[in-house]
T-cell receptor, first 115, second 111 residues
Framework: GAVVSQHPSWVICKSGTSVKIECRSLDFQATTMFWYRQFPKQSLMLMATSNEGSKATYEQGVEKDKFLINHASLTLSTLTVTSAHPEDSSFYIC???????????FGPGTRLTVL | GQSLEQPSEVTAVEGAIVQINCTYQ??????LSWYQQHDGGAPTFLSYNGLDGLEETGRFSSFLSRSDSYGYLLLQELQMKDSASYFCAVRDRGSNYQLIWGAGTKLIIKP
């Protein structure tokens, strides 16, 4: 159990367009979901924490108007990168927690390339 | 502030044992986790220590000393497939299950 999926697994887009990434918990209800960004050979950088039905909490330095997060249900959170630019190219990973557990379950990640 | 330190790279031989250390500074320590990440993949959970002592899961063990703000991941009988990056991460009390991540240790295994 505790499988998290992400879609798409990779996406290439033109500069200025918006990209939506979906994160789903397939076999459990995720009380909290997290969105991370990871640049090559670096650690995970937390972008935001998302609880179902409430506004996401963004980390310092992350523009909430650029990275729109919607956590509409206990099994789905979406991240929309608006007006993407080449510097937004990165590996975006979501994770989810299940109530009372100490681990985060990660999705497979989405590799975004902005041309 | 909150920070974690771990070596950037460790090299070991197949079949050997390797230890990856992690020291941390946090205001409200709640637990230490270890994750494995292969190149191009997402992190996968390895272990969690909430209390002092050793937790063993197969070939992998993790240790925590809260008084020393220190932990380690021990990998035994190394296999080539263990080549990956290993991250320690601290859960901070009251942080809504957020994890504070170390920079990761790249484990290189030689035949």
């Amino acid at each position: 159990g505790a499988v998290v999926s992400q879609h798409p697994s990779w996406v290439i887009c033109k500069s200025g367009t918006s990209v939506k990434i979906e994160c789903r918990s397939l076999d459990f209800q995720a009380t909290t979901m997290f969105w991370y960004r990871q640049f090559p050979k670096q650690s995970l950088m937390l972008m935001a924490t998302s609880n179902e039905g409430s506004k996401a909490t963004y980390e310092q330095g992350v523009e909430k108007d650029k990275f729109l997060i919607n956590h509409a249900s206990l099994t789905l959170s979406t991240l929309t990168v608006t007006s993407a630019h080449p510097e937004d190219s990165s590996f975006y990973i979501c994770s989810a927690t299940r109530g009372g557990r100490n681990e985060q379950f990660f999705g497979p990640g989405t590799r975004l390339t902005v041309l | 502030g909150q920070s974690l330190e771990q070596p950037s790279e460790v090299t070991a031989v197949e079949g050997a044992i390797v230890q990856i250390n992690c020291t941390y500074q946090t205001s409200g320590f709640y637990g230490l986790s270890w994750y494995q990440q292969h190149d191009g993949g997402a992190p996968t959970f390895l272990s969690y220590n909430g209390l002092d002592g050793l937790e063993e899961t197969g070939r992998f063990s993790s240790f925590l000393s809260r008084s020393d703000s220190y932990g380690y991941l021990l990998l035994q009988e190394l296999q080539m497939k263990d080549s990956a990056s290993y991250f320690c991460a601290v859960r901070d009390r009251g942080s809504n299950y957020q994890l504070i991540w170390g920079a990761g240790t790249k484990l290189i295994i030689k035949p």
